[in-house]
């Protein structure tokens, strides 16, 4: 038998949080982002339940490949463009729209060999400083783009730094509407926390496409102001083991790498079949959430390469006592014998000093994948 340890993709959760995320951006087009083979839960698992979207946004040639391969035939974006010339070979074979950010990307085109013109989203850089024309540049750079035979149809896009802080999009919306005002085109330019906060009652921020990635993957994209409850959305992913060893501690019995955890009264931890190199995070230190046959506990002492311990105190104290094979969930929702509890994927992530994001593309190969419905 392998290592309990596993990670359950739920198809209804996807489907259910595509609904939102739809229902959200009312009028406009969404576009389903899964870059990072769909941060971590895999394209093909996916695919189904998004195929409600308009179009598929991703950063990889091959990722954009295993959907056409899946049978999509609608739109795929690339969002960072091409990055060699050859890339556009098969962007015109393949149909692929993508995003030109730079002036060597309209080079490549300019000498891109094709009887398929395409169609290309010109990314302004509205302040976030990491791709995209400057304001000043970007009707230059529109003008010239307009100018090549290989260009089809030219659309507008936009990236924002701070949809998910205090400082909202107000900012580069408005530098948006200046640097684009009277230009032909569809418009994308919110991602989910953008969608969600400003772009469902806000049809200048909607524009024609939105962008939505974490929030389809039950993660809330502007925690902790906002809980995954609170957005109304679903784990799309539980990282689910079992205890494999169970120890009883007296007072100044210590767990794990470094003696960091000291117990101060006697207690029962359990040993779970899960560590650092299955992608959970080693930062995590005693304290950190964690489901025990669907009752929430904490983590006890270091994480080590293959295993953490868990506080089994209080289950027992419940009269739930766990023992060897008892299901650990340690982030997502429980199994259906457990009751579906969920533990939020974004509160383990800020144990971690990071966002669910890092956590669901970290999980590392060996840990197997099945989808559920
Ligand atoms: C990743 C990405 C998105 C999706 O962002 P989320 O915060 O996951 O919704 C949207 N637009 C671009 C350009 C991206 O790179």
Same mark, same amino acid.
């Given at each position: ?38 941060? *971590?839960?895999?394209? /093909? @698992? ?5 195929? #409600?979207?308009?179009? +598929? &946004?991703?950063? !990889?040639? %091959? ?118 005002? *009277?230009?032909?085109? /569809? @418009? ?5 926390? #953008?969608?969600?906060? +400003? &772009?469902?009652? !806000?049809? %200048? ?130 199994? #259906?014998?457990?009751? +579906? ?33």
């Amino acid at each position: 038998m392998p290592r309990p340890i596993h990670a359950v993709i739920h198809t209804q959760a996807l489907r259910h949080n595509m609904d939102i995320m739809r229902t959200r951006a009312a009028d406009a087009k969404l576009w389903a982002v899964v870059k990072a083979n769909a941060y *971590g839960h895999g394209i /093909e @698992r996916v695919f189904d339940a998004f195929r #409600a979207a308009d179009g +598929f &946004a991703l950063l !990889d040639l %091959q990722e954009a490949e295993r959907v056409r391969a899946l049978g999509w035939r609608g739109p795929i974006v690339l969002l960072e463009g091409v990055f060699e010339l050859r890339d556009l070979e098969l962007c015109s074979r393949l149909g692929i729209w993508h995003a030109v950010h730079c002036d060597a990307q309209i080079d490549m085109l300019a000498a891109h060999k094709t009887h398929v013109p395409h169609r290309v989203f010109l990314k302004l850089n509205g302040g976030m400083n990491r791709l995209g024309f400057k304001p000043q540049s970007y009707r230059a750079a529109w003008s010239r783009l307009n100018a090549l035979p290989q260009v089809e149809e030219i659309s507008l896009m936009m990236h924002f730094s701070d949809a998910d802080g205090a400082p909202g999009i107000a900012q580069q919306l408005a530098v948006f509407e200046a640097a684009t005002e *009277g230009l032909p085109g /569809e @418009r994308s330019i919110c991602n989910s926390a #953008a969608t969600l906060r +400003f &772009a469902a009652s !806000d049809a %200048q921020a909607r524009q024609d496409w939105v962008r939505a990635g974490i929030a389809l993957y039950g993660s809330s994209p502007n925690y902790p102001s906002a809980t995954v409850q609170d957005w109304n959305l679903l784990p799309t992913m539980s990282l689910r083991s079992a205890i494999i060893g169970v120890q009883h501690l007296q007072p100044g019995d210590t767990v794990g790498y470094g003696s960091r955890f000291v117990a101060d009264s006697p207690m029962t931890i359990g040993v779970v079949a899960c560590g650092y190199a299955d992608g959970y995070p080693r930062i995590c230190d005693t304290g950190t959430p964690v489901l025990v046959d669907g009752v929430r506990t904490r983590t006890i002492g270091r994480v080590s390469m293959d295993m953490l311990a868990v506080d089994l105190t209080a289950a027992k104290a419940q009269g739930k006592p766990a023992d060897f094979g008892s299901e650990v969930t340690l982030w997502g929702q429980a199994s #259906a014998s457990h009751g +579906f509890t969920v533990l939020p994927i974004d509160e383990v992530a800020a144990h971690a000093q990071t966002l669910g994001y890092e956590l669901m593309c970290a999980v590392a190969p060996r840990v197997t994948m099945q989808t559920q419905d």
